[in-house]
């Protein structure tokens, strides 16, 4: 896409959101789009690691869960205001995965997968058997509503406004990484990591930076969830909620920014189209992945424009 239409592209967007939130009343819809913004948080911290720089990785929720019980803990029991204890939430998970990631990343392909798989189950475990600090199994509860200084986000509709706003940032600070000399770095590790360590691409610092940014957005999605819903628990960023991110990214299509927005909002949709299955859902995620990776491995945005371009070559002909 040519960066002389972004401007327009964001304002578009920015006004499209505007004009939801403006229109929609329903509280049921406007937590369903909440939804579908928390979600492509998520698809958009992992897109930059597994889509533009090409690390696996199968742990991703527990930096989701950093984030929710961090401020969860820090507003609930210390009282501490959410704005503080936001750069706390994200600050925490970003150390962790600096820790984690400078092994961590030095395998590659399935074992690094299995490296991040066994994070995630580590920090599951944490926040399910240390229920003195997290409330266990059980779950926290009494997470206070987001308020920051006098400005309240305790409606549906604020909090809609907040969440679509942090979305948009993301997508631009996605974006500018992404075409600038550093996401450049990162597609020629995706390409060929030893070949981009051969033109002098440092790919150990690259990576770790990627990981360490990504594990910030996720837990920052985290923090919006645990302030969205009041009440948290371990079920929610196990490894299920990790293959759920994946499936986002790989249908929306990996290394494209919008395609993390369009995977999240069909795998946020699915299940309210699919109530009479919700017993097969995992099932159901499987078959789509599965159908999207034989017939449009690159994802669905990707296809569909793929599509596009071949029915517009067939029509020129004729």
């Known amino acids: 896409m040519d960066d002389k239409y972004l401007p327009a592209i964001y304002t578009a967007f920015a006004l499209g959101i505007a004009f939801l939130g403006w229109r929609i009343d329903n ?3 406007l937590q369903l ?13 992992l897109n930059m690691l597994m ?3 090409g690390q696996i990785s199968l742990g991703h929720a527990a930096f989701y869960g950093i984030g929710a019980y961090v401020t969860a803990i820090l507003t609930t029991t210390y009282q501490v205001p959410p704005l503080l204890a936001l750069p706390a939430a994200v600050g925490a998970a970003m150390v962790i995965a600096w820790i984690v990631g400078m092994p961590t990343l030095r395998l590659s392909g399935y074992y690094l997968g299995m490296g991040t798989l066994g994070f995630g189950m580590i920090v599951h475990i944490v926040l399910r058997e240390w229920g003195s600090l997290t409330g266990g199994a059980s779950g926290f509860v009494g997470i206070p509503p987001l308020k920051i200084g006098p400005v309240s986000f305790a409606s549906s509709k604020s909090y809609f406004f907040l969440v679509w706003a942090v979305v948009l940032a993301m997508i631009i600070l996605c974006r500018r990484i992404i075409d600038s000399r550093v996401g450049r770095a990162l597609c020629a590790i995706h390409d060929g990591e030893k070949a981009a360590a051969a033109v002098g691409v440092n790919t150990r610092r690259l ?3 990627v990981f360490v940014l990504s594990a910030g957005i996720a837990a920052l999605a985290g923090f919006l969830y645990a302030h969205l819903i009041f009440f948290i628990s371990p079920g929610s960023f196990g490894f299920m909620a990790s293959i759920k991110i ?3 990214v790989v249908i929306g299509g990996m290394a494209s920014i919008w395609g993390a927005l369009f995977g999240a ?6 299940p309210e189209w699919l109530h009479a299955f919700s017993e097969f859902e995992m099932v159901i995620y499987g078959l ?3 159908v999207v990776m034989i017939f449009m491995p ?3 945005t990707r296809g569909l424009v793929d599509i596009y371009e071949r029915y517009r070559k067939t029509h020129d002909r004729q």
Not at 33 to 45: E, M, P, R
Not at 265 to 270: D, E, I, K, Q, V
């Open 298 to 300: 690159r994802g669905l």
């Open 207 to 209: 990576k770790l930076q």
């Open 265 to 270: 909002s069909l795998l946020t949709l699915l």
């Open 51 to 53: 889509g533009y720089a």
């Open 27 to 29: 509280a049921y819809y």
């Open 288 to 290: 789509i992945l599965m």
């Open 33 to 45: 789009l909440i939804f579908i913004g928390l979600n492509t948080l998520l698809a958009l911290s």
């Open 246 to 248: 994946v499936t986002m």
